[in-house]
């Protein structure tokens, strides 16, 4: 597995870490108001059958239209009592699990939290219905903002891209949320509060519904700045290295040779794959003395 695969499948484990994290609070609210919703309707269904049937029972045995009102009474005391000693245990019974998913959820938000400390990515996600976004401290840190201040960039994401950037990381987000691809990736420059324009690798993945659509989108934000400016560096120096016209040898510390410019074949006629690997002993004239060698090196 190369160095990017790794950083990849780091960022694919991060984003499910964050959407089972998040989850666990949609099924929180969820199970609580499903569980509000059973109870009402077994309430509805107890109390109508008890009714209809505790009526219908008192006007078959034929008693008196004065026992029977007594008797509705009586049932009705009881069925209150009946009732309140079910809903008592029931919503025990609920709260006692509610109170052990909260502390669960209390749980994995301080394991979530740490694993976060001690990463230099931060954390954002984009509710699409309700246009909300969410950036982490760290993430808001990153793009220069105070620890309090609010980010409000529903609709706005746009207004801090780069110009030169806006229509490539456009296009990842619209081919992710089309389902064109697996994820959404993109390295482009956002405007920071403080210090301009700065370079940031963004991944994220579309929550959908059941019939594809998206409807959240969550992912990860890492500055590359320093990244970015050591590759130009990189860049701008193979060109002068290949520009130049001395011929110039890269060796190891055995004095093997890693690499050599154009410059150096067309003085010496050797191609770079002849003498990569070689050391610069293969150039040795033999017109000159080990003295000499012992010298120049």
């Given amino acids: 597995m190369t160095p990017a695969d790794s950083h990849s499948v780091g960022w694919e484990a991060a984003i499910v870490s964050i959407s089972i994290y998040n989850n666990?609070?949609?099924?929180?609210?969820m199970s609580s108001n499903r569980g509000a919703w059973q109870i009402t309707l077994i309430y509805l269904i107890v109390s109508a059958a008890w009714i209809l049937l505790s009526d219908n029972a008192l006007a078959w045995l034929g008693f008196s239209i004065e026992l029977q009102q007594r008797l509705q009474t009586v049932k009705g005391l009881a069925f209150v009592s009946v009732t309140a000693g079910l809903i008592f245990f029931l919503t025990r019974n609920y709260l006692r699990r509610r109170r052990q998913q909260e502390r669960e959820l209390r749980i994995s938000e301080q394991r979530?939290?740490?694993?976060?400390?001690?990463?230099?990515?931060?954390?954002?996600?984009?509710?699409?219905?309700t246009g909300q976004v969410h950036f982490s401290r760290q993430c808001r840190a990153m793009l220069g903002f105070s620890g309090k201040s609010e980010i409000v960039l529903a609709g706005k994401w746009a207004e801090i891209l780069h110009p030169e950037d806006s229509r490539a990381a456009k296009r990842a987000l619209r081919d992710h949320l089309a389902g064109r691809t697996a994820r959404f990736h993109s390295v482009h420059r956002l405007r920071h509060q403080q210090e301009g324009f700065r370079w940031y690798e963004a991944s994220g993945r579309a929550l959908r519904d059941p019939t594809g659509k998206p409807w959240w989108i969550l992912g990860i934000l890492r500055d590359v700045t320093a990244q970015k400016e050591n590759e130009e560096?990189?860049?701008?120096?193979?060109?002068?290295?290949?520009?130049?016209?001395e011929g110039v040898v890269i060796t190891d510390a055995d004095n093997r040779m890693l690499n050599v410019n154009?410059?150096?074949?067309?003085?010496?006629?050797?191609?770079?794959?002849e003498v990569i690997g070689a050391r610069p002993n293969l150039l040795k004239s033999g017109w000159h003395?080990?003295?000499?060698?012992?010298?120049?090196?």
């Fill in 262 to 273: 154009q410059a150096f074949c067309e003085i010496t006629g050797y191609t770079a794959d």
């Fill in 233 to 245: 560096r990189l860049r701008q120096a193979a060109v002068v290295f290949d520009s130049t016209t």
């Fill in 289 to 297: 003395d080990a003295a000499f060698y012992q010298q120049m090196w």
């Fill in 112 to 129: 979530f939290e740490l694993a976060l400390a001690g990463s230099e990515d931060g954390v954002w996600d984009w509710h699409l219905n």
């Fill in 24 to 29: 666990k609070r949609s099924i929180l609210l």
